[in-house]
């Protein structure tokens, strides 16, 4: 009767024993997964940043391969570019000798858009 | 009289040498047609952009005019180049302006290239040829009507000994002595404007005033409305903050070459007129008038 009641203690700390064992083991496996999909989360939003950042680059590559560049300043200008005022030399269009004056007669012709 | 695509006026200072300078002018205008027109087909130019890659027969009134247009991009630093002929044709720009008129815009779907190859072409004058490389189509729409005006001008001066005022679609070249106070003339943004339109009008007693705008020779396509003077970095029509730009100069070639690098250069276009000491007013999109380099403060038109 004795060794029967031990037997079946023991038996009932066994199983004890083994619910624990599962118990740890789940809560641990439920931890891991909740540490790992954190983990892949923080992977795809990183993902995706860097994929919109790559796309947002080739946009902007794209943009910039459509504007053609600017032609470089050809050689008589010797001080710069065209559009720099300091650009002024002799090749340049030539002022008149004498300005235009204000007029109040009727005109002989007109000068506008053609 | 109408030449070159537009209206040509010839005023001279003695009466009786109008019949002879008409005459002049005409004959002028005949031979511009026949050497520098991009629409005939059996003008000169039309045969060197056919023949593009070869050296091509050219007469010395079509390497002059070639020449100048050279002359005018190297000035310009390439922004007025006459290699946009490709461009403009793409553009939709592809036949006289008259027929452009006619057609069905919703037909007409334009593209861009840029121009800039124009170091590539080349003038023998010892063997008669022009050469432009494949690929490239001259138009020497921005030169050679200034080009015609000055000299036409100076023929006439010379012929008669009278002063003389050219006009051709307002590109005004004058020669020989003013009259008494210069020659009047009217600012607009279509030189077709009559007398009463002009927005300000000033005197001119040498060299030439040119006028370049947007307003004026436009067409339609099934991407919008499009005009001729193009951006040759992008082979597309500027986008000017100017709707004309007229300016005064030694030539009327000058004059010209200025007025359609002013359009292309938009914002930076007073700096650069007045570090020439250009003349020059700008009359802005939104109706705003900018004047640079000397260029007189308006009196209301008669």
């Known amino acids: ?114 | 009289m109408r030449a070159l695509g537009t209206t040509a006026v010839v005023a001279v200072t003695d009466p009786d040498a109008l019949t002879r300078a008409r005459r002049l002018l005409a004959r002028e205008l005949r031979t511009f047609d026949l050497a520098c027109s991009r629409f005939r087909a059996d003008s000169e130019l039309a045969a060197v952009n056919r023949r593009a890659g070869h050296a091509v027969d050219a007469g010395p009134l079509l390497r002059e005019a070639v020449v100048v247009a050279l002359g005018a991009a190297e000035r310009t630093g390439g922004l007025v180049d006459p290699t946009v002929g490709r461009s403009l044709r793409l553009a939709g720009y592809d036949r006289p302006f008259v027929c452009i008129k006619l057609r069905d815009e919703r037909l007409v779907h334009p593209a861009f290239e840029r121009a800039g190859r124009w170091r590539e072409v080349t003038v023998d004058d010892e063997r008669g040829t022009v050469r432009v490389p494949r690929g490239v189509e001259l138009d020497l729409g921005a030169t050679a009507k200034a080009l015609a005006a000055d000299r036409a001008a100076a023929a006439v001066a010379t012929a008669t000994g009278a002063g003389v005022l050219v006009s051709l679609g307002g590109d005004v070249a004058v020669a020989g002595a003013a009259p008494a106070g210069g020659w009047p003339v009217g600012i607009g943004h279509d030189h077709s404007a009559t007398a009463a339109d002009v927005e300000a009008c000033v005197t001119l007693t040498t060299g030439g005033l040119a006028s370049s705008g947007t307003r004026v020779r436009r067409w339609s396509t099934a991407q919008g409305a499009m005009h001729h003077i193009l951006d040759p970095r992008t082979g597309r029509p500027a986008q000017s903050p100017w709707a004309t730009a007229s300016v005064a100069a030694a030539t009327c070639v000058d004059a010209n070459t200025a007025s359609t690098a002013a359009i292309v250069l938009g914002y930076d276009a007073p700096a650069w007129l007045g570090s020439r000491r250009l003349p020059a007013r700008l009359a802005a999109q939104d109706g705003g008038v900018v004047l640079v380099g000397g260029w007189p403060h308006e009196r209301e038109p008669a």
């Open chain 1, 1 to 114: 009767m004795a060794q029967d009641s031990q037997a079946q203690a023991q038996r009932i700390r066994n199983r004890d024993r083994g619910g624990r064992t599962i118990r740890r083991l789940t809560i641990g496996a439920a931890a891991l997964a909740a540490g790992l999909t954190g983990v892949l989360a923080a992977v795809t939003a990183s993902a995706r940043t860097t994929h919109t950042a790559a796309r947002r680059l080739a946009t902007t590559a794209r943009s910039t391969s459509t504007v053609p560049a600017v032609p470089e300043p050809t050689a008589t200008v010797q001080s710069g570019s065209p559009q720099s005022a300091a650009s002024a030399s002799q090749s340049s269009p030539a002022a008149p000798q004498t300005a235009p004056a204000p007029s109040s007669s009727a005109p002989v012709a007109v000068s506008g858009g053609s």
